[in-house]
């Protein structure tokens, strides 16, 4: 009997935005030139799709983006490849098929929600789904209808072809997790991608989230052993920067703070400080893998609990939002405006300086902001409550409530960490050890592949201008207008530049 041909194949979505494409064919082509004698596929998202990240509500000018960037991005890779197809899936290939739900197991649908609510969470800045309205509703429908039908279609692919490695972008999405799940029941490996800082910082991992607290893990103990005798001075350059404001190879969202700067309300108080550090809860109560066994708390009840409680009489408390939680969604700034009057808030666009903050306080409270990385490398003693990315690099003491960081700090049995967990992080974010040999980020929002341009052509983004603006207008994005000029040289040129706030931790 002929044995089948051995395929890798990749789906090539979200191509209308930059630098997913080019990140997506860099990858293709290394797995490509590892397995030389295989025949690489890519998919192609033919209009196929009800809804998806970068479609929200499946305008037709948005997929014509989409559609050409990926042609010319295949047309270049098939150059650089000669044994590779490009396969076309359109809405027919997905929908004209009945797919009976009770073929899937609660995994199955678990994680497709799951993808779908991360994907609106990472629209909305919202991490309640209950909340959503009724046009969001149509499209948490549509995304799942997509989801389930994604899976039932490369389901059918896989039965019947010998698929080693599935390309895929992110994993965390509606139109990537179906992929992982239907790569997951073939045993075929998916390889997913994704960058940092608008595209700076390629990264990719085998059979593994990024978000996953193993993978961060480990990669961070890989670099650290390999930069083993540079890695106090790495951490050290890392810090300062951090401190500096200048970005490393990830964000610097301190560049409103004031160097040294703290509220006068706070250098008034009274008792020993306890300063409490939260992040965006939309970022991360969707990644599921494996943050699934630990339990994700309401930071805002959590910190109710820790100031209204027997810790009151010994210290005074001060909230420190994360610069970037500025545009996460009313409901959620609701609750923060409310808590603001049982104890001090610093709300996103606050002057006080993020590390003099710590310097001052006694005690540092986290939820999942790195910040807490920073503070154990200025040997201040971190409580954290649930989960991180970071967990397992023991810089913090780790609880997973509010009660138990309570009789912690309140029985003085917390103390501060090793300082070699921070190091291991830092150096692992100054020296990243991913390589794409056929990507090049040429500065913010310019990218190539093989030294090639995938811009779509002007008309085709003139053409896009009205959708994209009520993406804007749906979500509630006031910055619009201050952001024109951003915008509009972004249209001129057809790059896609990123505006990091200057209200930015």
């Known amino acids: 009997m002929k044995q089948k041909e051995k395929l890798n194949i990749s789906f090539l979505n979200l191509a ?24 690489h596929i890519l998919f192609m998202c033919d209009r196929a ?9 499946n305008n037709r000018s948005i997929c014509n983006i989409c559609k050409h960037k990926a042609k010319k991005g295949f047309n270049e890779f098939k150059k650089r490849n000669p044994k590779s197809e490009l396969v076309k899936v359109t809405r027919s290939d997905l929908f ?76 965390r999405l509606s139109c990537g997790r179906p992929l992982i799940e239907v790569s997951k029941k073939h045993s075929v490996n ?30 961070s103990f890989i670099t650290y052993l390999k930069w083993f005798k540079e890695s106090r001075a790495l951490a050290e350059q890392y810090f300062l920067s951090k401190i500096n404001r200048v970005a490393v190879n990830d964000v610097a969202y301190t560049k409103n703070q004031i160097s040294g700067h703290i509220e ?19 970022e991360y ?20 609990e820790l100031v209204h409680s027997k810790l009151s009489k010994k210290y005074d408390f001060v909230v420190k939002m994360h610069p970037n939680q500025k545009n996460i969604h009313k409901s959620t700034m609701d609750r923060y405006r409310l808590l603001g009057k049982e104890v001090t808030v610093l709300y996103p666009e606050s002057y006080t300086d993020s590390y003099a903050l710590i310097k001052h ?3 540092i409270v986290n939820f999942c902001s790195s910040i807490a ?66 990507y090049n980020f040429l500065a913010d929002g310019v990218y190539t592949y093989g030294g090639k341009s995938c811009r779509a052509p002007l008309y085709l983004r003139l053409l896009a201008v009205p959708a994209k603006l009520y993406v804007h207008i749906i979500k509630g994005n006031k910055e619009i207008l201050n952001n024109f000029k951003l915008y509009l040289i972004n249209l001129i040129l057809g790059q896609n530049r990123v505006k990091y706030g200057k209200s930015n931790i």
């Open 16 to 39: 209308a935005q930059s630098p997913s494409l080019e990140l997506n064919l860099a990858f293709s082509e290394k797995i490509n030139l590892e397995n030389k004698s295989d025949k």
């Open 49 to 57: 799709l009800k809804s998806c990240s970068v479609n929200i509500f």
């Open 96 to 171: 004209n098929r009945k797919i009976d739900h009770c073929n899937f197991d609660e995994e199955n649908k678990k994680e497709f929600l799951m993808g779908v609510h991360s994907t609106i969470s990472t629209q909305l800045r919202l991490d309640n789904m209950d909340l959503l309205d009724k046009k969001w509703r149509r499209v948490e429908k549509r995304m799942l209808e997509s989801s389930y039908a994604l899976f039932s279609y490369f389901d059918s692919f896989l039965s019947t072809n010998n698929v080693k490695n599935f390309v895929l972008f992110n994993g």
């Open 190 to 219: 998916y390889l997913i991608f994704d960058a940092a800082l608008n595209g700076k910082v390629p990264m990719y991992s085998k059979n593994e989230m990024f978000h996953s607290i193993d993978f961060e893990k480990r990669n």
């Open 264 to 282: 006068e309300d706070i250098l008034d108080f009274k008792k020993p400080l306890i300063s409490i550090f939260v992040s965006s809860d939309d």
């Open 285 to 304: 109560r969707f990644i599921g893998s494996d943050w699934t066994q630990y339990t994700i708390v309401d930071q805002i009840d959590s910190i109710r």
């Open 361 to 363: 306080s006694e005690i």
């Open 373 to 438: 990385l920073e503070a154990n490398y200025m040997r201040k003693p971190v409580v954290q409550i649930g989960p991180s990315s970071f967990i397992k690099l023991s810089i913090a003491n780790l609880v997973d409530n509010s009660s138990e960081a309570i009789d912690l700090i309140y029985n003085n049995k917390y103390k501060i960490m090793p300082i070699r967990g921070s190091i291991i992080s830092f150096t692992y974010y100054m020296k990243p050890s991913f390589e794409l040999p056929s």
